[in-house]
């Protein structure tokens, strides 16, 4: 069983939910940047833990990027 979740920025990311069971994390930030990124999961339609998520991913990918970028120079 497949589900499809539609983000607010058009992309569309499949999930096969056979057995997965996203792992509870604890974290600790400072009052005024849950805030920020509360406002900004809103503006998003994504739930505060959805934006944590995707920034950290779209990091990631920018990150390989350009690790990707140095090995090729």
Do not use: C, H
């Not at 939910?17 to 509360?38: H, I, S």
């Amino acid at each position: 069983m497949a589900l499809l979740f539609q983000y607010a920025n058009s992309a569309s990311l499949e999930i096969e939910m056979k057995g997965y069971q996203p792992t509870p994390f604890g974290l600790r930030m400072d009052p005024e940047l849950k805030e920020w990124l509360t406002e900004q999961a809103q503006r998003s339609f994504r739930s505060l833990n959805a934006e944590i998520v995707f920034r950290l991913k779209e990091s990631r990918t920018k990150q390989a990027g350009a690790a990707d970028e140095r090995l090729a120079a």
